[in-house]
């Protein structure tokens, strides 16, 4: 089974930039989807933007032009760069990985974006 952790949230000015990292460890597929998800209070839980062992990207359009997903294969290693941020990127953000054996969700990291 694939273990997820994510790191890197806290509070943000509106307009400034966070980077969320997500560690896996456990036998990884190569074939697999992972991607970013957020859940604000009182919300369902959200796609933010995933990524393909082949590299291709997807986002949400509030991640469009924003938010940059990456993965580091070398440090078993998910990014969200996430730049311009908005009190409405306020969130919990979650790591999840998809392979063909079964599903993983990290723990999540709160984002909170405040003056």
């Known amino acids: 089974q694939v273990q997820l952790v994510e790191s890197g949230g806290g509070l943000v000015q509106p307009g400034g930039s966070l980077r969320l990292s997500c560690k896996n460890s456990g036998s990884i597929s190569s074939i697999y989807v992972m991607a970013w998800y957020r859940q604000a209070p009182g919300n369902q839980r959200d796609l933010v933007a995933r990524?393909?062992?082949?590299?291709?990207?997807n986002y949400a359009d509030s991640a469009k032009g924003r938010f940059t997903i990456s993965r580091d294969n070398a440090k078993n290693t998910l990014y969200l760069q996430m730049n311009s941020l908005t009190p409405e990127d306020t969130a919990i953000y979650y790591c999840?990985?998809?392979?063909?054996?079964?599903?993983?969700w990290g723990q999540g990291t709160q984002v909170t974006v405040s003056s």
């Open positions: 990524i393909t062992n082949n590299g291709n990207t």
């Open positions: 999840n990985y998809q392979g063909p054996a079964g599903s993983s």
